[in-house]
């Protein structure tokens, strides 16, 4: 088990008269990841309306502003549970086995262009024997197709952007993963969370983008970009892309600071509590639908 603390400062200037908020900044609730203790803080005194997705079980926050500043503050300790299995013993899931909540995640999508890319897909990894690794070595080849650029993206570049450009972010990699994936008919779907472990050089620590795949009748982590850990991701948002789980989404004349976040991992071996590390095993933390599979 990991426990993992973390603190997300957020901070606006409304210079209209008012603005809307919809966040989606809190961990998710599943059985896997426990949030055994939060605590929401928002400056202005505006009535907050919460809303967890039954299917995903992200969790959205709304609220209406008023003019000067916000701060919004969320702090929380959670305690997650690793199912970890060999990945040569992983296999892909047949379409006709596929659970009706992962079928949405086999189709393009706004930034996931998979209809353009089946013959590459095909040609690159149609071949290789179905499972866990064939994912993995899409994965790999994603690594070694982007260069990880902060500031080479936007929030309009898609997974052919960054195809054809060969730069991005966390964000543009797990676009261009999920891609290759559903190109080949293997649901994969957009994750965010921190970036618990990146190096330091990359910059202050930040929201973080990786990808679900569903093999197996579980979904498994993956890190396309290779920049974090994923032994100590924190579920936010879970989505088709990036446009599903954006943490803020705004309307109305705001000015934004960048985020500030804080994530630790608590070790104690009496306890149970890991310190999250690279794993050469195949990892999950969403059974998803693995009861009735």
Same mark, same amino acid.
């Given at each position: ?38 605590? &929401?803080?928002? +400056?202005?005194?505006?009535?907050? &309306? ?7 079980? #992200?969790?959205?926050?709304? &609220? ?24 040569? #013993?992983?296999?892909?899931? %047949? ?13 393009? +999508? ?40 902060? =500031? ?6 898609? *997974? ?5 450009? /060969? ?30 472990? *990146?190096? %330091? ?11 679900? *795949?569903?093999? =197996? ?6 890190? %396309?970009? /290779? ?15 990036? $446009?599903?789980? #954006? ?5 109305? /004349?705001?000015?934004?600071? $960048? %985020?500030?976040?804080?994530? +630790? *991992?608590? +070790? ?18 969403? =059974? =998803? ?5």
């Amino acid at each position: 088990m990991v426990r993992i603390h973390l603190a997300i400062d957020l901070q606006y200037e409304i210079q209209t008269p008012s603005a809307d908020f919809i966040f989606n900044l809190q961990a998710a609730h599943s059985p896997q990841q426990v949030v055994s203790w939060e605590q &929401l803080d928002v +400056s202005q005194n505006v009535p907050l &309306l919460m809303h967890t997705d039954a299917p995903t079980r #992200s969790r959205i926050l709304r &609220l209406t502003a008023n003019n000067g500043p916000l701060t919004v503050r969320y702090r929380s300790t959670l305690d997650i549970e690793h199912h970890v299995a060999d990945p040569d #013993s992983v296999a892909e899931t %047949p379409i006709a086995q596929l659970p009706a909540e992962a079928l949405a995640y086999i189709f393009p +999508s706004r930034y996931c262009q998979s209809d353009c890319v089946t013959n590459m897909a095909n040609e690159l990894f149609g071949n290789m024997p179905q499972g866990y690794r064939r994912v993995q070595a899409i994965q790999q080849w994603v690594q070694s197709k982007v260069t990880f650029t902060s =500031g080479a993206s936007n929030s309009m570049t898609s *997974a052919l952007d960054t195809l054809n450009d /060969g730069k991005g972010v966390c964000r543009d990699f797990a676009h261009l993963m999920i891609t290759m994936c559903r190109a080949l008919n293997i649901p994969a779907r957009f994750t965010t969370g921190m970036d618990f472990g *990146a190096d %330091p050089a990359l910059g202050p620590a930040d929201f973080h983008a990786y990808v679900e *795949a569903y093999v =197996g009748h579980r979904w498994y982590m993956f890190d %396309p970009s /290779g920049t974090a850990i994923p032994m100590g991701f924190v579920r936010l948002g879970t989505g088709r892309d990036a $446009a599903d789980v #954006s943490f803020a989404t705004i309307f109305g /004349g705001v000015n934004t600071h $960048a %985020p500030r976040i804080d994530i +630790s *991992a608590e +070790s104690n071996p009496d306890k149970g509590w890991q310190t999250p590390v690279h794993r050469t095993e195949a990892l999950s933390t969403d =059974g =998803g639908w693995q009861a009735q599979a």
